[in-house]
């Protein structure tokens, strides 16, 4: 029997749930989720997580035995979400094996706190990979410039990578630059670059939402109707520099040494005005290759009644640039855009991380 998301991944988009708790691993929910919604994959950030601990379901035993080990916030913090993770490559361990390594993934994000400073985001990178010591695992990495060098690094160093934070094309153009100097530095270091993957987050409902505040100030009868299209058209230029950087001899020479192209992932896909069809940032970005990651309410409002129709990307290159255009004559500094966009995203995650570091605390220390 056929679905929407069954359709969506034949049509080669791979599913990934943008939610990890402990009790959807114990309570076998992450499984029906693979089995029933064709999930093959997992993402989550600091927010995710605050939202989850806080929450205290299936977390007790381990903060009561974080506690008596004398563990400090940090560190159970480290501890609670890599074991989260590692169970959850476990759980997904089958898919990566059946598609080499393509899926199966579950990604954890370094501490928001270390965006801006490349060694320390590098040996964190390390560390969370260790911990989580499985093939399986995905570390997040936010494309800010200090991030840049840290993807290169932590690539060199046969690790992968999923690259977060993304609004801009300039941005993404630097990021394929730095995946592929990290498998140049990966191959003369010896690594097999068929083990190592990547995929880099875009981000799409967060463009609108910045967009349409500035469209909507801006008020005229040409600026309002342009809302709720730049971030398709982003995201869709964002695959065809994707087609373009991939096809080029510096990618083509790496990919027959047998590296892997660094998928695009479509991030931020739950719909914020609902104004909107729920489903227009998954059925609307449509493409092979790609990966699109969603929040449970997404991913069921897409398995009820989304309608999936093949490629709406590709189709798509020219009216993206002209829309840009548009939005340019309107006055909407769109480079203004994408920098507020990644500096906001940033200090949303530090702030989920300081609210989560309270709630850890405080469960610490109620069990002292």
């Not at 911990?131 to 494309?143: F, G, M, Q, S, T």
């Not at 875009?202 to 939402?209: A, E, H, L």
């Not at 739950?270 to 104004?275: E, L, N, Q």
């Not at 949303?348 to 609210?355: C, N, T």
Request: some cysteine; hydrophobic content about 45%.
């Amino acid at each position: 029997m056929t679905s929407p998301t069954a359709d969506l991944s034949g049509a080669g988009v791979s599913i990934w749930l943008d939610d990890l708790s402990r009790s959807r691993i114990t309570s076998g929910n992450l499984r029906e989720l693979i089995e029933n919604r064709n999930v093959v994959g997992v993402t989550t950030n600091p927010t995710i997580f605050q939202g989850a601990i806080s929450a205290h379901v299936g977390y007790e035993e381990s903060l009561a035995a974080q506690a008596a080990d004398g563990a400090s916030v940090d560190d159970a913090i480290f501890a609670l979400t890599t074991t989260d993770v590692r169970d959850a490559c476990e759980i997904f361990r089958p898919i990566y094996d059946a598609t080499s390594g393509v899926d199966g993934r579950v990604s954890i994000e370094v501490s928001p706190v270390v965006a801006h400073d490349t060694e320390a985001t590098v040996e964190q990178a390390k560390q969370l990979h260790a911990a989580v010591d499985r093939e399986n695992v995905l570390i997040k990495i936010p494309a800010t410039k200090a991030g840049l060098p840290a993807i290169t690094e932590t690539i060199a160093a046969g690790i992968s990578v999923n690259v977060t934070l993304i609004f801009s094309l300039e941005r993404y153009a630097e990021v394929i630059e730095a995946y592929l100097a990290g498998l140049e530095k990966a191959r003369d270091a010896g690594h097999d670059l068929s083990r190592i993957h990547s995929v880099a987050s875009f981000f799409v409902s967060r463009v609108d939402s910045e967009v349409d505040k500035r469209l909507a100030a801006i008020g005229t009868d040409e600026a309002l109707a342009l809302k709720s299209k730049a971030g398709l058209a982003n995201a869709r230029l964002a695959y065809e520099l994707f087609e373009q950087k991939f096809d080029e001899k510096r990618a083509t020479d790496l990919i027959a040494a047998g590296a892997n192209v660094q998928r695009p992932l479509w991030a931020s896909t739950g719909v914020k005005d609902p104004a909107l069809p729920d489903t227009l940032y998954v059925t609307e970005l449509v493409a092979a290759g790609t990966v699109n990651t969603m929040p449970e309410k997404t991913l069921e409002a897409t398995f009820d009644h989304g309608v999936i129709t093949g490629d709406t990307i590709t189709g798509g290159y020219a009216d993206a640039h002209r829309l840009f255009d548009e939005l340019a004559a309107v006055g909407v500094d769109f480079a203004d855009v994408t920098d507020s966009l990644e500096n906001e995203g940033v200090s949303k995650f530090i702030a989920s991380w300081e609210d989560l570091q309270e709630t850890v605390r405080a469960a610490l220390e109620s069990k002292q």
